[in-house]
């Protein structure tokens, strides 16, 4: 699967309204066919910065960055941000997540 990670600053006036501002874009990836996740998730330690956490099938990441909607949030996003978004982006050999055995919950019973 090709799994990204990408941390979004937003401009701190808008960083409340980001859920709302990007569901469109947020909703229309989750509808795509190779879409395995892509959820957000706010800092703890900084209120405007997001982290997106996506996945696809490796066959979908060319359709996915190809999509009318990616193109409307590369015209519609941007100007809420303070910054160009960091990204990590790299493919892995499996298609879900995986346990961190290290940290192993004990089955009830």
């Known amino acids: 699967m090709i799994f990204i ?9 808008h960083a409340d309204e980001w859920p709302t501002i990007s569901r469109a874009f947020t909703e229309a990836t989750r509808a795509e066919p190779g879409c395995l996740w892509f959820d957000w998730s ?9 982290v997106l956490v996506e996945a696809f099938r490796d066959d979908a990441g ?6 009318a909607h990616f ?9 809420y941000l303070a910054e160009t978004p960091r990204i990590v982006n ?9 346990l961190l055995g290290e940290m192993a919950v004990a089955e009830p019973g």
């Open 5 to 13: 990670t990408a941390k979004f600053r937003i401009l701190p006036e």
């Open 42 to 50: 706010r800092s703890l330690d900084d209120p405007t910065e997001y």
């Open 62 to 67: 060319a359709a996915h960055v190809q999509s």
């Open 71 to 79: 193109t409307a949030a590369r015209r519609d996003l941007p100007p």
């Open 90 to 98: 790299m493919t892995v050999p499996q298609d879900d997540w995986s």
